[in-house]
């Protein structure tokens, strides 16, 4: 196995639908409302799926789905200024512009990182966790991304 594929990490970003697509556009990753730390965390090459629990920010609407899958692309994490004050930090990453949208419900039984099927909410708490490749494999997988992103 090469060396890479051993340090490889995986993912899950969790915000709403309309602010993944807005990384997915364009071309970066911001997680917890824009905190560095769990960038710092990731390393270029480390593949990240998000999860959305809801359709829009501030909004009720559920969306309970994995929206978007790529792969840390840049190995800077930078501020960007959003204007009035918030100034959130991102790092590039890449998208499989192809993935479809996967809905968890029918993969909860399969991921090892949900411990309590009952309570499956509770994994996402904190706003990205850190998974298995096989568990990432199989979300990709649903994402209709056989091979997970490159």
Not at 88 to 115: G, K, M
């Amino acid at each position: 196995m090469k060396t890479s594929e051993v340090s490889r990490r995986f993912w899950i970003g969790v915000a709403s639908r309309d602010h993944a697509l807005k990384g997915v556009a364009g071309g970066f990753a911001q997680l917890c409302h824009g905190k560095a730390a769990p960038l710092c965390r990731m390393a270029a090459g480390d593949g990240l799926v998000y999860y959305a629990p809801r359709e829009r920010f501030g909004e009720s609407e559920p969306c309970q789905r994995f929206v978007a899958i790529g792969r840390i692309s840049g190995s800077e994490i930078y501020p960007f200024d959003m204007g009035r004050g918030f100034v959130p930090f991102r790092r590039d990453a890449a998208y499989v512009r192809t993935s479809s949208e996967a809905p968890i419900r029918p993969l909860l039984p399969l991921l090892t990182f949900i411990r309590d099927p009952a309570r499956w909410g509770g994994a996402f708490r904190f706003g990205f966790l850190e998974i298995t490749s096989g568990d990432f494999s199989f979300i990709a997988h649903a994402m209709g991304v056989p091979d997970g992103p490159v």
